[in-house]
């Protein structure tokens, strides 16, 4: 990690679910008007696991015009050029599908034509869900949320066999969403992951692990967008609250945790910021960029 203290910055990497989005998966005035103002003298990217297409959506809602990184910065656009694509290897992304599968543990899979999600993806959530010693504390509103089959349309598409995905010639994969609400099924899966060769493991939460190339990552899109724009590394913000964020925080001139980041998050940032509920963006932004 390059410190360079409170210098004013050029490009600011922001991550979405827990960082610039509150518990209502929303942009607040705050934070939206932060942006805007911080947009006269610098450059901001949104580096998110999301898909680009829901990126998109969420600045939409927002009447937000941001470059971005999504899929855990494995797809990078600005002004809505795809700047780079790091996808998994076919051999790879079998075999995880195939340890996953063995397990019935429920995933999606982001890919350069859309999320493909497991035509059994409510039998393998239910079956998880009920499996799970945290059932009991687990809202209904939640649990219906969490199991419900996810309908198909222009982004979501349905999928019985990682073999129909390896199939497609121009179809490239960014990355695995692998739901674990339990810890054990997390903590057991996790070593298994790291043994297959073409893949690096990471999580975004308590519930769930994602893998991609292990060149794909929010640090490597930061550097990219960093060279497209001709900007110095040292000259780079990132400001994030998850273990998918480290990559960017630790490649950034300057990293920021949220208030509400994991501990370990916060140990290895230079600032500490407000949480996503307190519009701890809007308080990075006007706090910390000063000369």
Request: hydrophobic share 40%.
């Given at each position: 990690?390059?410190?360079?203290?409170?210098?004013?910055?050029?490009?600011?990497?922001?991550?979405?679910?827990?960082?610039?989005?509150?518990?209502?998966?929303?942009?607040?005035?705050?934070?939206?008007?932060?942006?805007?103002?911080?947009?006269?003298?610098?450059?901001?990217?949104?580096?998110?696991?999301?898909?680009?297409?829901?990126?998109?959506?969420?600045?939409?809602?927002?009447?937000?015009?941001?470059?971005?990184?999504g899929s855990n910065g494995t797809a990078?656009?600005?002004?809505?050029?795809?700047?780079?694509?790091?996808?998994?290897?076919?051999?790879?992304?079998?075999?995880?599908?195939?340890?996953?599968?063995?397990?019935?543990?429920?995933?999606?899979?982001?890919?350069?034509?859309?999320?493909?999600?497991?035509?059994?993806?409510?039998?393998?959530?239910?079956?998880?869900?009920?499996?799970?010693?945290?059932?009991?504390?687990?809202?209904?509103?939640?649990?219906?949320?969490?199991?419900?089959?996810?309908?198909?349309?222009?982004?979501?598409?349905?999928?019985?066999?990682?073999?129909?995905?390896?199939?497609?010639?121009?179809?490239?994969?960014?990355?695995?969403?692998?739901?674990?609400?339990?810890?054990?099924?997390?903590?057991?899966?996790?070593?298994?992951?790291?043994?297959?060769?073409?893949?690096?493991?990471?999580?975004?939460?308590?519930?769930?692990?994602e893998i991609m190339n292990p060149d794909?990552?929010?640090?490597?899109?930061?550097?990219?967008?960093?060279?497209?724009?001709?900007?110095?590394?040292?000259?780079?913000?990132?400001?994030g609250d998850n273990f998918n964020d480290?990559?960017?925080?630790?490649?950034?001139?300057?990293?920021?945790?949220?208030?509400?980041?994991?501990?370990?998050?916060?140990?290895?940032?230079?600032?500490?910021?407000?949480?996503?509920?307190?519009?701890?963006?809007?308080?990075?932004?006007?706090?910390?960029?000063?000369?």
């Amino acid at each position: 990690m390059v410190h360079k203290g409170e210098l004013l910055m050029k490009l600011i990497a922001i991550d979405l679910d827990g960082t610039l989005l509150s518990s209502r998966i929303k942009i607040s005035k705050e934070n939206r008007d932060a942006l805007l103002n911080a947009q006269k003298e610098h450059h901001i990217m949104i580096c998110s696991g999301r898909a680009p297409e829901d990126i998109q959506a969420v600045l939409a809602d927002s009447d937000l015009q941001l470059d971005l990184a999504g899929s855990n910065g494995t797809a990078v656009y600005s002004n809505g050029e795809l700047l780079s694509r790091i996808s998994i290897v076919p051999e790879a992304a079998k075999d995880a599908a195939q340890l996953l599968d063995s397990k019935n543990v429920p995933y999606k899979i982001y890919t350069s034509e859309g999320i493909y999600v497991l035509t059994d993806w409510a039998e393998r959530t239910i079956a998880a869900v009920d499996a799970w010693d945290g059932r009991d504390s687990l809202p209904e509103n939640e649990y219906k949320r969490i199991t419900e089959q996810p309908k198909a349309d222009e982004v979501i598409k349905h999928l019985s066999h990682i073999d129909e995905l390896l199939d497609k010639k121009d179809l490239s994969i960014q990355k695995f969403f692998i739901l674990t609400l339990d810890p054990a099924v997390k903590n057991t899966l996790l070593p298994k992951l790291e043994e297959i060769k073409g893949i690096a493991p990471t999580s975004s939460g308590p519930s769930n692990l994602e893998i991609m190339n292990p060149d794909g990552h929010k640090g490597k899109a930061l550097e990219i967008m960093a060279a497209h724009l001709g900007i110095p590394m040292e000259d780079t913000v990132a400001i994030g609250d998850n273990f998918n964020d480290v990559p960017m925080l630790e490649a950034a001139g300057l990293s920021i945790a949220m208030g509400n980041a994991d501990p370990d998050v916060k140990k290895m940032c230079d600032k500490e910021t407000l949480s996503n509920n307190d519009h701890g963006v809007a308080y990075a932004l006007e706090h910390f960029l000063q000369d």
